[in-house]
């Protein structure tokens, strides 16, 4: 696996996750083997539909899973391994070099406190600075993801802005440290599609002025198409594909990726089908391929050997059997 | 870029604190209850100036003690079976009342806080044994355990540390705050638990937040409408059980310190024809406690974590 033609190192590297929570209806594998590499600069899109590991796999390489959670793999953050790192050093890589901008900003923000006030909080858990100067930050961080009348809206409590303003005011904390790696978990699900594209816009802006990593959790293709450089297919707690973003809708490999990318409304396809059937149960992960049984081109070895990632154009790899086109 | 949905520019910011007061404005009765309170604590606080006599002064009249007098000009409440002015007791003892039962309010607040909090935010073991503790504790009849408690001092040396000498009004705080803890530890635990599951915490984590910021930086200003509403209302249950307690005759020493509790207890022998020596302290107590009931209610309504966003 190859980063889209970026000759810089990777920011984060993770190598054969694992994630298995213990229910007490038994062992729930979560993420079962998933790599994922991201460089300084590049937006990388983590595509699937709920409970395909996405967002459990970012969850955990911030050790924010809850204690029935068992990882095990690997997952490198410049140089320094993560996973089963001490708690009190694994508060100090969160906020300030890998950052997380979440869902619902109504609900990510402290109903009780004011803006400014919040985003001076998170400088000041990690830079040894006045209150002062931390509030000032704080509207300077706020005028930067474009808030207007930042002085007056970093005395505003959350429910007094709006969706949009709020996700820009949650952004605004995220980058307060300049984090390497921001990890966007579905940040424009709960906005409507003009606030979503301004989001997107702002998202795209901080990568470039700032040139971090982000991991952009999504189960909007459309949302992929307009900002990440590469797209990685997670199905079934398993890489289902990996390929520049030009490529994964262009030559899409994966029967699974194709089934998605069917699903998109279009004006050729104003109703489109869905991938008939429901994604496996991860307490008992099928055998062979997770996505045989849903599988318009599913062979008899589907069912019985899973199938590892193949090569199938630069920076492209796809875990199929059978794949669309045949592979290159 | 410009912003959608932005809210108008002309609306001032509204705090949740004024919001509050508007919803507590709406009950007629707390807002009266409070006034009232605030009448009570200033005749107390400044009885000095309202009272021609102090609380344990002895009154003569002609040389003769003035025992159980009717009320009239000179003695607005009569006087008692010691030739106290009643008027002097019932407003020098109201400073005891009024202060153990705010203090015992704190005290147990803050307990009930820390152990909620610790409870509901670490989960676990720690959950687990700092819960069954409450649940001993609520097992316990706690006028039972109060009135021991109270007497430990008498004669444990070990106990007077914690509690002071005995029938002090420091040994009764100590007392009622050890049997008043656990209600507030439940409620707060209650709400923490939920709040754990907020995603702004989660943020917080993510944004490399320690256990120690998170609980007093998000946990507990999230919990302090519920904070205020149980010490509010323990503040009155604390002045009944200090009434109780003293009534009895295990609370503060009524000999040297009159209280509205133990002014009942010394009035029940008095009853049938000087009902002033009940009315006196009775009235104060029923009338102090409904008063913070009233806020009570009203602030329930008002704090309720519910409508912070309405």
Known sequence: MTSSGSAQEPVLVVRDLRVTFRTPEGPVCAVRGMDLEVAPGEILGLVGESGSGKSVA????????????????????????LIGLA?????????????????????????VHRIGRQIAEGIRAHQAVTRVAADARAVELLNAVGIPDPERRARAFPHEMSGGMRQRAMIAMMIANDPQLLIADEPTTALDVTVQAQILELLDEIRTRTGCAMVFITHDLGVIARIADRVQVMYGGRIAEVAPTPELFGAPTHPYTVGLLEAVPGPDRPRPEGIPGTPPSMLRPPAGCAFHARCPRALPVCSEVDPPLLTMGVGHVGACHNPVGGGS | MTIEGEVSGSTEAISPGRLAWRRFRRHRLAVVGVVVLALITAACVLAPFLTRYGPNELIRIDGAKATLRSPGARFWLGTNERANDVWATVLYGGRISLAVGVVTALVSSLIGTVIGVIAGWFGGWIDGVLMRITDLFLAVPFLVAAIILSQAPATQSWARVVFGPPNSSRSVVAVIALVFWMPVARVIRGVVLSLKEKEFVEAARAAGASD???????LIPNCSGQIVINTTLS????????????????????????????????????????????????????????????????????????????
């Open chain 2, 212 to 218: 120690t910021r998170i609980i007093v930086r998000h």
């Open chain 1, 58 to 81: 970012m969850l955990a390489v911030l050790g924010l899973l809850p204690r029935n959670a068992e990882i095990e793999g690997s997952a490198v953050f410049e140089g320094r391994e």
């Open chain 2, 235 to 310: 503040v009155s249950a604390a002045i009944l059980t200090e009434s109780a307690l003293s009534y009895l005759g295990y609370g503060v020493n009524g000999v040297t310190t009159p209280t509205w509790g133990n002014l009942l207890n010394r009035a029940q022998g008095y009853i049938e024809p000087h009902p002033n020596l009940l009315l006196g302290p009775g009235l104060a107590v029923i009338v102090t406690v409904l008063c913070i009931n009233f806020v009570g209610d009203a602030l329930r309504d008002a704090l309720d974590p519910a409508q912070v966003a309405s």
């Open chain 1, 87 to 111: 708690r009190r050093d694994l508060r100090v890589v969160r906020g300030a070099g890998i950052a997380m901008i979440f869902q619902d900003p109504l609900t990510a923000l402290n109903p």
